[in-house]
């Protein structure tokens, strides 16, 4: 069993920063993926950036070149550092792991707004 616990979130202005984490715990052994999914009203959740076990990255457009996805394997964490936040950006962010047998974990979210 893994747990996945977000912390970071919150209000800011357009242009603003923040910085999420990620604490895991439990069965962690085996995590490969970690990722960050958002969730706005009225979408799909959306995948935001993704860090492999050997610390490659990827983005989502919308966001290359403001954030930045990072993970200490020693500590159990996923970071995500969020500059340059637009409007567009706020909503309810998930951290998400994949492990050596694809079972997929979700973190419960936090609330990112950015007001204009």
């Known amino acids: 069993q893994l747990q996945l616990v977000e912390s970071g979130g919150g209000l800011v202005q357009a242009g603003g920063s923040l910085r999420l984490s990620c604490a895991a715990s439990?069965?962690?052994?085996?995590?490969?993926?970690m990722d960050w999914y958002r969730q706005t009203p009225g979408k799909q959740r959306e995948l935001v950036a993704i860090?492999?076990?050997?610390?490659?990255?990827n983005y989502a457009d919308s966001v290359k070149g403001r954030f930045t996805i990072s993970r200490d394997n020693a500590k159990k964490m996923v970071y995500l550092e969020m500059n340059s936040l637009k409007p567009e950006d706020t909503g309810v962010y998930y951290c998400?792991?994949?492990?050596?047998?694809?079972?997929?974990?979700w973190g419960q979210g936090t609330q990112v707004t950015v007001s204009s």
């Open positions: 998400h792991t994949i492990d050596t047998v694809m079972m997929n974990s």
């Open positions: 860090i492999t076990s050997s610390g490659s990255t």
């Open positions: 439990g069965n962690t052994r085996r995590i490969t993926v």
